[in-house]
């Protein structure tokens, strides 16, 4: 399977261009204990059987073009579902009412470009699920984070408390294994509320980031009118002493050219006389 894994990822790198697996800009990674409290539901169960899954809604990778139900173009037995039977009932404010021993479809299994939700026969998990409009369980990656948790020593102390309460089917003493479940439960913050104050915070940072950079950006507009204003001062000014020194010489010509003014009149009377002889 981990082969097979790395040759999908590559493929699913090389098919996807550039675009790769992006998470969302205000993306935080949540613990495990947080993401149970979001989770729509959370069993505890033993996989009975695999079944390949055709290509589908749920199953497909991004350079699958077809419609849903189509031709698998190249997809062979990545995707597949499960059997499983729960083996206690579900955790406290599961969303699914149903017992201990009661056998499941679960789907939207596999090996996709950017994640896997990935079970092996026989064995037990801590399932993260979700119920879609047509009543479908699916894996429930809250976070875009791990929805599948092996039925290991850390992760059985880990969920313990969530089943604290639940029944359990014979041979399974997942509930004895931790004795202080109490004490964690008094003590225990509530991960999506401290989680929603962090990002309402965050929000928050970011609107005064961007009111900021607004105004900035106003500032540095300001700054560019007022040196065009500057500037054209600087030409008015100069344009001013230009004019001046315009009308200065242009008022030494005037006042030169009026000395000449009774000379020229004289010889205009001198002109005028002649010519009154001659008639």
């Not at 390949?52 to 190249?74: E, F, M, S």
């Not at 009774?262 to 002649?274: F, G, R, V």
Request: aromatic fraction near 10%; charged fraction near 20%; proline fraction near 5%.
């Amino acid at each position: 399977p981990v082969l097979v894994l790395g040759l999908v990822l590559a493929l699913g790198g090389r098919a996807g261009g550039g675009g790769g697996c992006q998470l969302p800009a205000e993306w935080r990674p949540l613990s495990e204990g947080c993401r149970a409290e979001l989770a729509a539901i959370i069993v505890y169960a033993r996989v009975l059987a695999l079944h390949p899954d055709p290509y589908g809604a749920y199953n497909y990778l991004p350079w699958q073009r077809g419609p849903p139900g189509g031709p698998q173009q190249g997809a062979g037995d990545l995707f597949y579902s499960a059997e499983i039977e729960l083996l206690c009932d579900q955790a406290w404010g599961s969303m699914l009412e149903v017992p201990a021993g009661s056998r499941l479809n679960l789907t939207g299994l596999g090996y996709f470009s950017c994640h896997s939700h990935t079970v092996m026969q026989g064995y037990a998990y801590f399932f993260f699920l979700r119920m879609d409009e047509n009543y479908i369980l699916l894996p429930h990656g809250v976070n875009f984070q791990e929805a599948i948790f092996p039925d290991t020593h850390e992760n059985r102390r880990m969920f313990a408390s969530l089943f604290q309460f639940s029944n359990c089917s014979q041979a399974q003493h997942v509930l004895s294994f931790s004795s202080d479940w109490e004490i964690q439960e008094d003590n225990r913050l509530m991960c999506s509320s401290v989680q929603k104050a962090l990002f309402e915070e965050e929000d928050r940072v970011k609107k005064l980031q961007q009111k900021v950079a607004t105004l900035e950006k106003r500032n540095k507009q300001l700054r560019d009118r007022v040196k065009k204003v500057k500037r054209s001062l600087r030409q008015a000014r100069k344009n001013s002493r230009h004019m001046e020194l315009v009308n200065r010489k242009l008022s030494e010509k005037l006042s030169s050219a009026g000395g000449q003014i009774p000379y020229i009149n004289s010889l205009k009377q001198e002109n005028s006389h002649a010519t009154y002889l001659k008639v």
